[in-house]
């Protein structure tokens, strides 16, 4: 009675109706878009699905004709929409939406001989490791998703095992979940943290007065493999780091940190891959405190609020490496994510205030997964993952990328080309440049594997 | 409640069981992936209640459901015992560390009870967070030996089937509920009682309350500790966060929600509130108001059950009652 092959499993037929999580084809309850488009005026929308509609026909993603016949293909989002880390999860859930809204609205996607159209459904992970196991287990075998979207990090263990038996192909924003274990596992739109090398590129080309830099972080996932590549990035840069602090999550007063990391009267602050919930308040002691250098750090989402409680004055040159998507610079060609400044406007109109580092992110991804279903001319996922990795290159949302990281991660599952450098000039972040990341490693690899060894973060060190 | 060697409350005792066997059968996977986490939860909040019986809260016993865990892995993952062995060595390594806790911790009691509770879990948990080796550090312990599947003949048990893990953790936390059961209806279960209610006569007629109150916190902490484990071998990965003040918070509101007069008002509150959070209210769609209706409804049932979920039946009862008079 008690034997179930895992074949029987993967087997079941997913549920018809979708009680469980939340599914978003974009269309929230309102008419089918097509039917909308008929009776309106022409308006940001309709511009915008057309814009994407023209874009994705010019980048050979040809879409389907509009036909009721669409099949349609569910898509996992997997992420914390809720608590602490719900910033690097619910603002890509708003971002889907609006990635559902433009292919669906322009017919679908085209993979094989059929059309499809793209349906979301989500589930809260709350960044737990038990309620990602569930969570994943509903999306596979209920609701018979054919990818999953994950922010990664501490909840990828509860979905490995359930990856690997049923061969679902699953998307992290962390590369360090990445493991010979993992061969379901890709990280194809953010190569996190080694992108930062970039930032601290930039700054060494453009300020070589700054020598001295010293680091903090919270510990855990995202903070430790973070702080071995800016260490490396610093090292090989000629810039002077001191030992990194190390904080816990459960740190709610910043201003001994920020007293100790100050004491050394720094040219650089560099926040690492700090959550939003910290990189406010550091930034606030900073400025309390009177820190006169350069801040340096992976993220500053919400960007404008910690100018309010600092001054523009203060965050005038804070480097990070997350555009706003209103950026002219995201219309150059090379640019592969389809009317990035449309998408903007569509997301700060729907979701004031909301805008942070993954809002656009796992759309990107979303655009890589149409580019591999449709080179493998199926949905299923190892055929998918099979046509993404074709010619071991991809279009990356910044540019042609190719995939890499045997080397640090123990498999080429990571997807890494150019990244930008944002610098916030006058209130507002700003492109200042694309870098190569490949470059930067064919230079400095030995580096980054020398601090990853020693902060254990190497893929043989973990677990 | 009925009388417990009467027919009716044997009948109840016999459709509990055979529901709880049928039930994963009439449940989507992820609802059954549920199931075994409050099947485990169950033997956490019941544990938990133990200690509470001579009075003490302690803020320590998700860090002792940890130790019980993290134990378990490192037998397992490190030293190759197997893991059927390492779960129950788990919980006495969560029992070990409990007795060593009493020395320090039974000199307080009441609120220093709860508070020093509080700085022992975190000196653990940080310990697993500070030492990389052998504890992982901040990530934890990934790849956490699964339980062994059994192959013999035609029977092929998975214990990647979440329904046959089920049943695998119901046996255990049955057999654990019943030995807490009558633990608690012997002679020293009663002197719990006693020591809680009232501690300075129970030691005017000589009971040592501070030994008492260490066999309760180590009883407790070996069931938690064997949780913890039953955890771990099912997640595949152990870390910090898992048992950090917001799970320990979780357990005192399943445990105060549903009651504590009785073992199964833990049970009561720790399945209501799951089937609440993890079903009801993900079901209607409602992810991201699930906080703020999840704190609604512990408000009402603290204001309107102070006495636990546990108290409605009687309540019930005693309602219908009045009616009957009445009418």
């Known amino acids: 009675m008690l034997a179930v092959p895992v074949h029987r499993i993967l087997n079941r037929e997913p549920k018809d109706a979708c009680p469980d999580g939340v599914r978003d084809d974009g269309n929230q309850g309102e008419k089918p878009m097509s039917q909308n488009l008929h009776q309106r005026k022409i308006g940001r929308r309709t511009f915008l699905g057309a814009t994407v509609a023209g874009a994705a026909m010019a980048g050979g993603l040809a879409p389907a004709r509009l036909s009721a016949a669409n099949k349609t293909v569910k898509i996992g989002f997997l992420a914390p929409l809720t608590g602490p880390v719900s910033a690097w999860g619910l603002p890509g859930l708003y971002g889907c939406r609006i990635w559902a809204e433009q292919v669906n609205a322009a017919g679908g996607v085209r993979i094989g001989d059929d059309s499809y159209n793209v349906e979301f459904v989500s589930y809260d992970n709350e960044y737990a490791t038990d309620k990602a196991k569930v969570g994943a287990s509903q999306l596979v075998f209920d609701e018979g998703v054919k990818f999953i979207m994950m922010l990664g990090g501490d909840t990828w263990p509860g979905v490995q095992r359930i990856s690997n038996e049923s061969g679902m192909l699953v998307s992290t924003l962390l590369p360090s979940d990445l493991s010979p274990d993992t061969p379901n596992l890709i990280a194809p739109c953010e190569v996190h943290p080694i992108y930062n090398v970039t930032g601290v590129s930039w700054l060494a080309d453009n300020m070589p007065e700054l020598k001295t830099a010293v680091i903090c972080a919270q510990d855990d996932a995202l903070g430790r493999p973070s702080v071995a590549t800016y260490l490396a990035a610093f090292e090989a840069h000629g810039i002077q780091s001191e030992d990194p602090v190390f904080f816990s999550l459960e740190t709610t007063d910043f201003a001994p940190v920020m007293t100790k990391l100050l004491s050394s009267n720094p040219d650089i602050l560099c926040l690492d891959t700090a959550y939003a919930d910290f990189v406010h308040p550091l930034c606030e002691q900073a400025h309390q405190q009177g820190f006169k250098g350069k801040i340096i750090s992976c993220t500053a989402d919400y960007y404008e609020q910690i100018i309010e409680k600092t001054s523009k004055e203060f965050m005038e040159g804070f480097i990070f490496q997350f555009p706003d998507f209103d950026d002219p610079a995201l219309n150059e060609p090379q640019i592969n994510f389809a009317a990035p400044n449309e998408f903007y406007a569509e997301y700060i109109e729907r979701w004031p205030d909301q805008w942070s580092a993954v809002s656009w992110e796992y759309a990107s991804i979303m655009d890589l997964w149409v580019q591999g279903a449709q080179r493998a001319g199926s949905v299923e996922p190892q055929d998918v993952l099979a046509g993404m990795k074709q010619g071991g290159t991809g279009k990356h949302a910044f540019g042609e990328a190719s995939w890499w990281g045997k080397e640090l991660f123990g498999i080429d599952n990571a997807l890494v080309g150019n990244w930008p450098v944002v610098v916030i000039e006058n209130g507002k972040a700003v492109i200042k440049e694309y870098r190569s990341i490949p470059d930067w490693w064919s230079m400095h690899g030995n580096l980054l594997v020398k601090h990853f060894t020693e902060m254990g973060e190497m893929y043989h060190q973990r677990g | ?327």
Request: glycine share 10%.
């Open chain 2, 1 to 327: 409640m009925q009388e417990r060697n009467g027919w009716g409350y044997r009948a109840t005792l016999a459709a509990v069981f055979v529901g709880l066997i049928v039930l994963p059968h009439v449940l989507s996977f992820s609802q059954k992936e549920v199931l075994v986490f409050l099947v485990i939860n169950v033997l956490v909040v019941v544990s938990y209640r133990l200690l509470t019986l001579t009075g003490e809260w302690s803020l320590a016993h998700m860090v002792i459901v940890g130790v019980g865990a993290y134990a378990s892995t490192l037998l397992a993952k490190r030293l190759g015992i197997p893991v059927p062995l390492a779960m129950p060595l788990g919980a006495v390594v969560a029992a070990l560390t409990a007795y060593v806790l009493s020395f320090p911790l039974f000199r307080m009691k009441a609120f220093y009870f709860l508070i020093g509770s509080f700085a022992a879990g975190e000196v653990i948990r940080l310990c697993w967070k500070r030492f990389r080796e052998p504890f992982g550090g901040p990530k934890g312990i990934k790849l956490v030996p699964s339980f062994p599947d059994i192959e013999i003949g035609f029977v092929d048990v998975s214990f990647f089937d979440p329904v046959n893990y089920y049943y695998f953790c119901l046996i255990v936390v049955t057999v654990s509920l019943v030995l807490l059961h009558r633990f608690e209806h012997s002679r020293i279960g009663l002197t719990f009682h006693a020591i809680h209610w009232q501690d300075k006569l129970a030691e005017a007629v000589g009971g040592d309350t501070r030994r008492y109150r260490t066999l309760a916190f180590v009883i407790a902490s070996f069931f938690g500790g064997l949780a913890g484990a039953l955890l771990a071998h099912y997640l595949g990965t152990v870390n910090p966060n898992q048992f950090d003040v917001e799970a320990m918070v979780y357990v005192l509101v399943w445990v105060i929600v549903g009651g504590t007069a009785t073992i199964y008002g833990p049970v009561v509150g720790v399945v209501t509130l799951t089937v609440v959070n993890e079903i009801v209210l993900r079901e209607l769609g409602m992810d991201q108001a699930r906080p703020l209706l999840y704190g609604a409804i512990l408000i009402a049932s603290i204001l309107f059950l102070p006495d636990g979920l546990e108290s409605l039946g009687p309540k019930l009862k005693g309602a219908f009652a009045r009616t009957r008079t009445q009418v």
